[in-house]
């Protein structure tokens, strides 16, 4: 019988059968068996060596906790020590810096600035992204990452320094480079750039990006005495900054690191080197696209400075300049931003100017040639003596003179009848027509003055002499006049009457020869120029235009009031019998000027002026009637302009307003027009002067073709000339002569020196304005008269002529039984 094998049930789990434990060599290697007292030896190594390093870690940990402690010590101590006597950053939020003080016109174009640094201060909304991004292009591209202090340059910089042996790049940020410009010494120490650093990290704790990157901007040097963004881009290109394009935004830019090196008006290589420099790093951080920054680096460098920064009226802007410093004094005028808004009208400064300068050469002529400014050996090689011609005027090669210029030449050759000039652009031709004045000075034949009548006569070869371009022939040659700068000067003020706005003030040919005002400063006698106000207190003290004083010889004995034995004479050396006051002052003679003052007294007649605002001593004798005693040019001219305003007084002043730099008015004049005589007494001394004008020695004047008012002035010996007239609209003085107080010439009257130069000065100013008349105020009429007698005769008296007089003063009737009939007037 088979015996059965029982079956395991498959469910069921097999037990493993437990494996054998593999032994090492060693342990299976009964030799090799390590000694239990070894064991023990081996433990106590592996303790002393995890001991150790514990120790050394321990030590370690110590060491460095003691080197961070000591840092962080020695950084407290560095900073406590350098923070000492920093000043308070905060301080920048009312921080100021120095900027211009500007000038502008009546039409508000700017004329003039006055400055120790050049700026002008923009908001950093009006300043464009290019020109921010490009800045920090080449001075500090993490300067929107970093607290100031640029860590990752420092080291950039330290390790390419060290590499090129010298410093050739540096790592200041542009927080740093402002910290050093507003509050630190720009001394190369280390101490320096400690403090530096701390007033860094001060100012980003302060302020915000945007407000130190715009106060850098509006900062920081730019060369050419330009400091900001706003002077810089009118020095260079002639614009406002917010209308920079790319590569000017780089030009700029490029400046500050060495503004004098990189200019482009002194180097123009490097200028064009650098502005590309910033120009691709713009491009290479993303400022702008390859195809902006391509177009930019070829766009060439194209300067143009702004043309209103030039002083255009030298004399009226240094008026402007002293009385801002009376007022305010020299660091409000050259450094508090200052908008000075004048009342000077630029057409007709420029027009005065002109004219000054023209007539003075004019007259200057008819006082003979003083010869040649020096002479050179004639037989020098052509060559040298063209360099020695360009030397005289810095003429670049072939620039050719401009028509108004006066240059200086070198006569080559001569003939009877015109001299070869050797000139910087070529040659040129005097012909005698051109040179005829030039005669010895004051030689004169038959009382009159005569004229040369070969050229040979006046030049000679190598004589150095002034000249005026005329023209060019169609060889090529210049034709030129002989010209010489006057060493007679002259003053021009003019006032607008209505408002007392100063218009226009020249004070001398040349501001830069003479800065001497000779409109506000020189002090000289007027002669008959003053006589109107003398007759005008004769009108308020009783006298009417038909008040007849007898021209005749007087001899006065010495009193207070006169000199002894003066015996006066009129400038024609003759007596004219009866004379009105309007013949008397329309013909300027001079007994009757002083028979008049006489009759209404002196003193009256000092205090009179006085009113008209005549502030210089009046000697008290009668020989002020013609004007003896010395006064300014501004002062006679503001008195002409009260008869023109109605007898209403409004001091000058070449100033509207003034604002500070915040833009709020600093200063606007108080006008207070003061009566201070009848609108009768100024309108009929008015009339008078008109008389003047028509008939007597101001009627050069005529042409104007409008109502003028004005009266001629000459001194003894034609010392002084002068012509004061005025229009309703504008008032206009004149004063011609030597500061020497020295004759002028023969002849030499305020009608043919001093007429000249205001006539064509008011015929520029007047050009578009319209013809008015002087108004007549109510305390006047007109009546008829008898010339003779100056008595009122009937109004149907056709031998009678109208005459002006005050209502409360009419003259004696020639006629008065019941049945004549009244005159009324009109």
């Given at each position: 019988m088979v015996k059965k094998i029982p079956q395991k049930d498959p469910s069921e789990k097999k037990t493993p059968l437990p494996r054998k434990r593999k032994t090492?060599?060693?342990?299976?290697?009964?030799?090799?068996?390590?000694?239990?007292?070894k064991k023990k030896r081996k433990k106590k190594r592996k303790k002393k060596k995890s001991s150790f390093f514990k120790t050394l870690f321990l030590f370690l940990l110590i060491l460095s906790s003691f080197g961070i402690l000591a840092g962080f010590g020695g950084a407290y101590f560095i900073y406590t020590k350098y923070s000492e006597g920093l000043p308070d950053v905060k301080t920048l939020k009312d921080y100021h810096p120095s900027t211009i003080t500007q000038v502008y016109s009546d039409a508000d174009e700017l004329i003039a600035q006055f400055y120790v640094e050049k700026r002008i201060m923009v908001p950093i909304e009006k300043i464009p992204l290019l020109l921010k991004q490009a800045t920090m292009a080449v001075e500090d591209s993490n300067f929107?990452?970093?607290?100031?202090?640029?860590?990752?340059?420092?080291?950039?910089?330290?390790?390419?320094?060290?590499?090129?042996?010298?410093?050739?790049?540096?790592?200041?940020?542009?927080?740093?480079?402002?910290?050093?410009?507003?509050?630190?010494?720009p001394q190369k120490k280390l101490e320096r750039k400690i403090r530096e650093a701390i007033l860094s990290v001060r100012l980003e704790q302060f302020f915000t990006k945007d407000e130190i990157l715009g106060t850098y901007l509006n900062q920081i040097y730019y060369g050419h005495g330009t400091y900001g963004v706003e002077a810089a881009s009118r020095n260079y290109f002639g614009k406002h900054v917010e209308e920079l394009t790319i590569e000017e935004c780089a030009m700029i830019a490029a400046l500050p690191k060495a503004p004098n090196n990189y200019s482009p008006y002194r180097n123009m290589k490097k200028a064009k080197k650098r502005r590309n420099h910033a120009i691709r790093r713009m491009g290479t951080l993303g400022f702008i696209t390859p195809e902006e920054e391509k177009k930019a680096l070829d766009t060439p460098v194209i300067l143009n400075k702004m043309k209103g920064d030039l002083n255009k009226t030298p004399y009226f802007t240094e008026y402007i300049r002293r009385w801002i410093q009376d007022k305010y004094g020299s660091s409000k005028l050259?450094?508090?931003?200052?908008?000075?808004?004048?009342?000077?009208?630029?057409?007709?400064?420029?027009?005065?100017?002109?004219?000054?300068?023209?007539?003075?050469?004019?007259?200057?002529?008819?006082?003979?040639?003083?010869?040649?400014?020096?002479?050179?050996d004639p037989t020098l090689p052509k060559s040298l003596i063209i360099q020695k011609t360009r030397a005289l005027n810095e003429f670049d090669k072939g620039k050719i003179p401009n028509e108004d210029d006066l240059f200086k030449g070198i006569v080559t050759e001569v003939s009877k009848d015109e001299a070869l000039i050797q000139i910087g652009a070529g040659e040129g031709i005097i012909e005698l027509s051109d040179m005829q004045w030039a005669r010895p000075p004051n030689v004169k034949l038959d009382g009159r003055y005569q004229k040369i009548s070969r050229v040979d006569q006046a030049l000679s070869p190598g004589d150095v002499v002034l000249l005026k371009v005329l023209g060019m022939r169609p060889d090529g040659i210049f034709t030129l006049s002989l010209e010489q700068e006057p060493e007679v000067e002259s003053g021009l003020i003019s006032i607008s009457p209505a408002t007392g706005h100063i218009k226009a003030m020249v004070g001398g040919y040349d501001f830069s020869r003479s800065e001497f005002n000779r409109a506000l400063q020189a002090v000289r006698q007027p002669g008959s120029a003053f006589k109107p106000i003398v007759f005008a207190a004769g009108i308020e003290n009783g006298f009417t235009?038909?008040?007849?004083?007898?021209?005749?010889?007087?001899?006065?004995?010495?009193?207070?009031?006169?000199?002894?034995?003066?015996?006066?004479?009129?400038?024609?050396?003759?007596?004219?019998?009866?004379?009105?006051?309007?013949?008397?002052?329309?013909?300027?003679?001079?007994?009757?000027?002083?028979?008049?003052?006489?009759?209404?007294?002196?003193?009256?007649?000092i205090e009179f002026a006085k009113k008209l605002g005549i502030n210089s001593l009046l000697e008290e004798n009668l020989s002020i009637a013609l004007?003896?005693?010395?006064?300014?040019?501004?002062?006679?001219?503001?008195?002409?302009?009260?008869?023109?305003?109605?007898?209403?007084?409004?001091?000058?002043?070449?100033?509207?307003?003034?604002?500070?730099?915040?833009?709020?008015?600093?200063?606007?004049?108080?006008?207070?027009?003061?009566?201070?005589?009848?609108?009768?007494?100024?309108?009929?001394t008015t009339s008078l002067m008109e008389s003047v004008v028509q008939h007597g020695t101001g009627k050069k004047v005529k042409v104007l073709n409008r109502p003028v008012a004005g009266k001629t002035g000459t001194t003894n010996d034609f010392i002084d000339a002068w012509f004061i007239g005025y229009t309703p609209e504008l008032a206009t003085g004149v004063w011609v002569?030597?500061?020497?107080?020295?004759?002028?010439?023969?002849?030499?009257?305020?009608?043919?020196?001093?007429?000249p130069?205001?006539?064509?000065?008011?015929?520029?100013?007047?050009?578009?304005?319209?013809?008015?008349?002087?108004?007549?105020?109510?305390?006047?009429?007109?009546?008829?008269?008898?010339?003779?007698?100056?008595?009122?005769?009937?109004?149907?008296?056709?031998?009678?002529?109208?005459?002006?007089?005050?209502?409360?003063?009419?003259?004696?009737?020639?006629?008065?039984?019941?049945?004549?009939?009244?005159?009324?007037?009109?």
């Open positions: 090492s060599k060693k342990e299976d290697d009964p030799k090799k068996t390590v000694p239990p007292e929107y990452s970093h607290f100031g202090i640029d860590l990752k340059a420092i080291s950039r910089a330290m390790i390419t320094n060290f590499k090129a042996g010298r410093v050739v790049e540096g790592g200041s940020t542009i927080t740093q480079q402002l910290s050093k410009t507003l509050f630190l010494t050259y450094r508090a931003g200052l908008k000075v808004f004048t009342t000077v009208n630029l057409e007709y400064q420029l027009a005065a100017q002109r004219a000054i300068k023209e007539n003075l050469r004019s007259a200057d002529k008819r006082y003979g040639y003083r010869g040649p400014l020096e002479s050179i235009p038909a008040s007849i004083i007898v021209d005749s010889p007087v001899i006065f004995k010495e009193t207070e009031y006169t000199f002894d034995k003066w015996k006066p004479v009129n400038f024609e050396k003759k007596f004219y019998g009866p004379t009105s006051i309007r013949t008397a002052l329309t013909h300027s003679r001079n007994v009757v000027t002083i028979k008049l003052l006489q009759k209404i007294g002196v003193q009256r007649g004007g003896s005693s010395g006064m300014t040019l501004f002062d006679i001219t503001a008195a002409y302009a009260i008869f023109a305003n109605m007898g209403s007084k409004i001091e000058p002043t070449g100033i509207r307003y003034i604002k500070d730099r915040d833009d709020k008015i600093l200063y606007k004049p108080e006008v207070f027009p003061q009566q201070v005589i009848a609108p009768g007494v100024a309108y009929i002569g030597k500061d020497k107080d020295e004759p002028l010439g023969y002849n030499e009257t305020g009608s043919r020196a001093a007429i130069i205001w006539l064509q000065y008011m015929q520029s100013a007047l050009q578009d304005a319209p013809i008015k008349n002087f108004p007549m105020p109510d305390d006047v009429l007109f009546l008829k008269i008898d010339k003779k007698t100056g008595k009122q005769v009937n109004f149907g008296d056709k031998k009678g002529s109208f005459e002006v007089f005050m209502r409360d003063n009419l003259p004696e009737r020639t006629f008065g039984s019941a049945s004549s009939p009244k005159q009324e007037g009109y």
